[in-house]
């Protein structure tokens, strides 16, 4: 085949001078206002000097013991393992589209027989090459590898909350241990006092109506008993599932009995805090991914140039017609949409949408970790003002348990208001474990709104 080069160039020429204003025209890309605004308008409140500046979730909690559920976790828990598997479609999906910037090639052989007629065989080799000449495949190259980079970065986000509510969970158990002892202790009381006014009314010092109270009191305290009980069970379970575990069996994790100390993590400067969370760095990277498809979705509209080779033979034997006196022929074509009924345009529209949506995706989730990190600074604050006025309460209520217990005993004062001064005292125990679990798991989510992740 004979090529008119010339003819061919002033074609594509042509081609080109008439198409080069399309493409898009936005004043700018929305991932560029996304780095430019990120952070400008964010100042946080102040925070403890107790604080300190951390680079990962596994500083927040040092323990030993946490760390390796934390690892188990990562390994087991099916909901990381299913982000693990996207994330490497991902990858696979990147390497399918970078493909087509080569060269395609194929080769057939085949034989003919029919009647009257030897049997024959032909052999081919055909190249074909498409040229980017407007970059689309290149952008489409973008888009699968910009989709890359945000599931990489959704992994790091599942990964993170996952240590974090392995972290919790583990606090959850511990305070739940401990409430159920609390309860415990105040059955404990509860019933010594039943014993107390047992006696008293033996020797004619007290009433039939001062035990029933004080048995209703018992009863109460085992029936909270029984569902802390079922608490701690269900606290158990929770992490078992986290981990991955099928049996739900925790007999050989070993659990503290009392809290670990949880570091308070620093919130600096607002711009470098939000920019290291997982779940904006996968939103810009889809604002990105969405950019590259559109342009794809734009260059759809221009002409194509590919270049076909072929190498072919026949022979009476497959041996004959594997290339002994081959022909060859080169072709080259320009392909140019001129009716489609609307499509192209219609998924050009729909390719702006979905960068659209995905900003205003972003903006969501960056109003979210803005709001997350505020809201945790502000419960910091919180909890160390209640936890001083429970405290101080608490230590009230104890003395007071034990003027009551001792008025009781000599008759001046009534079962009533020792049975509530005694409750009291066992309730504002129990809050003060609840309020240090809380601001423990605070830290952990102030960690996470931060964007800490997990270093192993």
Not at 272 to 291: H, T
Not at 312 to 335: Q, R, Y
Request: hydrophobic fraction near 40%; include cysteine.
């Amino acid at each position: 085949m004979k090529m008119n080069l010339p003819v061919l160039t002033v074609s594509i020429a042509l081609i080109l001078s008439g198409c080069a204003s399309t493409g898009d025209t936005t004043d700018k890309a929305l991932s560029e206002r996304v780095t430019e605004e990120m952070g400008n308008t964010v100042s946080w409140l102040p925070q403890s000097d107790s604080a300190v500046r951390t680079a990962s979730l596994d500083q927040l909690l040092p323990v030993e013991a946490v760390q390796a559920l934390v690892d188990e976790a990562i390994v087991h828990n099916p909901g990381l393992q299913q982000t693990l598997i996207t994330l490497k479609q991902s990858k696979i999906r990147e390497t399918s589209a970078n493909a087509s910037r080569l060269p395609q090639a194929s080769a057939s052989l085949s034989g003919n027989n029919s009647e009257n007629t030897d049997t024959s065989y032909s052999a081919s080799v055909n190249v074909s090459w498409e040229i980017d000449i407007w970059n689309r495949i290149g952008d489409s190259v973008d888009a699968a590898a910009f989709t890359t980079r945000s599931n990489a970065a959704a992994l790091q986000s599942a990964r993170a909350t996952l240590a974090a509510s392995v972290m919790q969970s583990y606090l959850d158990i511990i305070s739940q241990q401990k409430i159920l002892d609390i309860e415990k202790k105040k059955l404990a009381a509860l019933e010594n006092s039943e014993n107390i006014i047992l006696n008293r009314y033996r020797t004619g010092l007290g009433t039939l109506a001062d035990l029933d109270t004080a048995r209703t009191s018992s009863a109460t305290s085992r029936a909270n008993i029984a569902e802390y009980e079922n608490n701690l069970a269900s606290s158990k379970r929770a992490l078992a599932v986290l981990l991955g575990r099928s049996d739900m069996s925790l007999a050989d994790v070993a659990i503290s009995e009392s809290f670990p100390d949880v570091v308070l993590p620093l919130a600096a400067f607002p711009e470098q805090d939000l920019a290291r969370r997982p779940d904006l760095m996968a939103a810009y990277y889809q604002i990105k991914a969405n950019e590259s498809s559109e342009k794809v979705a734009y260059k759809q509209l221009l002409p194509s140039l590919n270049i076909n080779a072929a190498l072919s033979d026949s022979g009476a034997t497959p041996a004959l017609s594997l290339f002994k006196e081959p022909v060859w022929s080169l072709l080259s074509s320009i392909t140019a949409p001129l009716f489609q009924g609307g499509e192209l345009r219609a998924n050009i529209a729909l390719a702006e949408l979905d960068t659209l949506n995905s900003w205003w995706n972003y903006q969501d989730t960056l109003l979210t970790a803005v709001q997350e990190v505020q809201a945790t600074l502000d419960l910091e604050n919180s909890y160390q003002r209640r936890q001083q006025h429970i405290s101080q309460a608490y230590s009230n209520s104890r003395r007071s348990q034990d003027n009551y217990t001792s008025q009781y005993r000599q008759g001046l004062s009534d079962i009533l208001d020792l049975l509530s001064v005694t409750q009291t005292t066992y309730s504002l125990e129990a809050q003060l474990v609840q309020l240090q679990r809380n601001q423990l798991s605070n830290r952990i989510d102030l960690g996470l709104a931060l964007g800490l992740g997990v270093s192993s």
